[in-house]
């Protein structure tokens, strides 16, 4: 796993790991990598990449919260954060050098980021309960 991937991991396991949490599994396959780290009953991540120098970092703290990444291209970093119950979120990204990051503090968000092209950038913090985000960028 290479260095930055490895410290996002770490920035966003830290506090689950103070709470007693499980780490999740680490890919590293062919420049693509995963990390995941969940806590709580019922969440998924599901990731689909394709390319290369592609990483996903993500956390989940709660239940029944919901990730879905679908990356292609190159050198595409997505980040996500979840910490509440119900949340989702979805991130799909093709192209080279994009970056998209969701952090959800709460229950009952949804956050959808959509980046097609090169070097584009998305931030979504939602906090609170029923937030709704949608980005879309070409």
Same mark, same amino acid.
């Given at each position: 796993m290479n260095a930055r991937l490895a410290a996002l991991a770490a920035l966003l396991s830290a506090p689950l790991a103070m709470a007693g949490d499980l780490a999740g599994p680490e890919f590293t396959t062919g420049g693509l990598a995963a990390a995941v780290v969940q *806590?709580?009953? &019922?969440?998924?991540? @599901? &990731?689909? /990449?394709?390319?290369r120098e592609l990483q996903l970092a993500a956390s989940q703290r709660g239940r029944?919260? !919901? &990730?879905?990444?679908?990356? /292609?291209?190159?050198s595409n970093t997505v #980040?996500? *954060? !979840?910490?509440?119950n119900d949340n989702d979120a979805t991130v799909i990204q093709a192209g080279a050098g994009n970056s998209a990051a969701i952090d959800q503090q709460g229950s009952f968000n949804s956050a959808?980021? #959509? !980046?097609?092209?090169?070097? &584009? =950038?998305? *931030?979504? @913090?939602?906090? =609170?309960?029923?937030? *709704?985000?949608?980005?879309i960028q070409h």
């Open positions: *806590r709580g009953d &019922a969440n998924t991540v @599901t &990731a689909g /990449q394709s390319g029944h919260n !919901q &990730a879905s990444v679908t990356q /292609q291209g190159s #980040e996500l *954060r !979840q910490n509440g959808r980021v #959509e !980046q097609y092209g090169h070097d &584009a =950038g998305a *931030r979504v @913090t939602q906090t =609170g309960n029923g937030k *709704r985000a949608i980005v």
